[in-house]
């Protein structure tokens, strides 16, 4: 059982930036491809960024495209998602997810993903 746990969510005006970081308690995490989805209220979890076990391969959904800059440090088993130029549009509860698997592929099916951790919101004013 891997435990995620996700940090650095909070209040920003548009145009700000916030850094988001998951850790995870198990060393699996290191051969798991990690996705950040977000849900806001009323509306479907969606995709925003995920990237490989190793690093190599990233994907991001287009609206963070430019924006939003996903690492992993496998030292510490930790993703972080870098948010710039924030948008009202960004806010959200966020979720980071992993799935074991050294694919290259990124999954942005949030059903292919095996572990989840609870989320942290992530609110931008206008």
């Known amino acids: 059982q891997v435990r995620l746990v996700e940090s650095g969510g909070g209040l920003g005006q548009a145009g700000a930036s916030l850094r988001l970081s998951c850790t995870a308690s198990d060393d699996s995490f290191r051969v798991s491809t990690v996705g950040w989805f977000r849900q806001a209220p009323g509306k479907e979890r969606e995709f925003v960024s995920g990237v490989t076990s190793t690093g190599g391969n990233t994907d991001y959904v287009d609206s963070v495209k430019g924006r939003f800059t996903i690492s992993r440090d496998l030292a510490s088993n930790t993703v972080h998602l870098q948010m710039n130029s924030l948008k009202p549009e960004d806010t959200a509860v966020y979720f980071c997810?992993?799935?074991?698997?050294?694919?290259?592929?990124?999954?942005?099916?949030?059903?292919?993903?095996?572990?989840w951790g609870q989320g942290t919101q992530v609110t931008v004013s206008a």
């Open positions: 997810a992993a799935k074991l698997t050294l694919s290259r592929r990124v999954h942005t099916n949030s059903r292919d993903y095996d572990y």
